[in-house]
């Protein structure tokens, strides 16, 4: 992944081309706002885990958010939107497949196995979307990732990805408010969306 990065561009743009020079402290304010929902209703619901490990927290806290939406979102996806005239649907399309495929093992029944897929293959979408409409900041994503992971860890909520109803309603509401305040925040400050029926398909010019 680091060798394509620095092959398509110069040295000097390698954060800036995975979207990691962008604003830490924006990417995490927006992050804990949206997934508020999601710990307040599982502290509600579900009993506090307390066999989490700090091995467990490390590994499917902040090493699955950090390196899986460097190589999905910032290498994956991020690259051929931003270099080719790929537009946001065949840019996202094999690395949501992907990041639902990696997500099979939680489950042996056919049903779960197809909700996994599902869910993690929007969920990748939407990153992919605000990762974009957040001027490239992978720390917007990175920090919805981990904060849905620990909520999910933090309580005991489902062994998979798929979760129950009541989860999901949870879910639901924190993927609202994802939308909600991207939406609010572009037209407040006037900023464009990046992803629009020009850009769907097929981009005339370069989104650098």
């Known amino acids: 992944m680091f060798i394509g990065v620095l092959l398509i561009d110069k040295p000097v743009n390698f954060l800036k081309n995975l979207g990691l020079n962008s604003s ?29 490990t700090m091995n467990e927290f490390l590994i499917a806290g902040i090493a699955a958010a950090l390196f899986e939406e460097l190589y999905f979102r910032g ?7 931003k270099y080719s005239r790929l537009g946001f649907i065949l ?9 639902a495929l990696i997500h099979l093992y939680q489950s042996q029944d056919l049903t779960t196995l197809i909700g996994i897929f599902l869910t993690t293959f ?24 981990f904060f849905m992971n620990v909520s999910w860890m933090l309580f ?19 993927i609202l408010l994802i939308f909600t305040i991207t939406f609010i925040y572009k037209r407040r400050f006037k900023i ?17």
């Open 91 to 99: 840019s996202v399309i094999s690395g949501a497949v992907l990041f």
């Open 24 to 52: 830490l402290f924006i990417g995490l304010i927006f992050s804990i706002i949206c997934t508020l929902p999601m710990f307040i209703g599982f502290a509600f619901l579900f009993p506090f885990n307390s066999e989490l």
């Open 156 to 174: 005991s909520v489902s062994d998979n990805a798929l979760g129950d109803l009541y989860a999901n309603i949870f879910r639901i509401i924190t």
């Open 122 to 145: 929007i969920g990748a979408i939407i990153f992919s979307w605000v990762y974009v409409e957040w001027k490239f900041n992978l720390w917007v994503p990175i920090g919805l990732h």
């Open 75 to 81: 290498f994956l996806f991020g690259l051929p939107f």
């Open 192 to 208: 464009p969306f990046c992803i629009t029926k020009k850009s769907i398909w097929i981009i005339s010019d370069k989104l650098k």
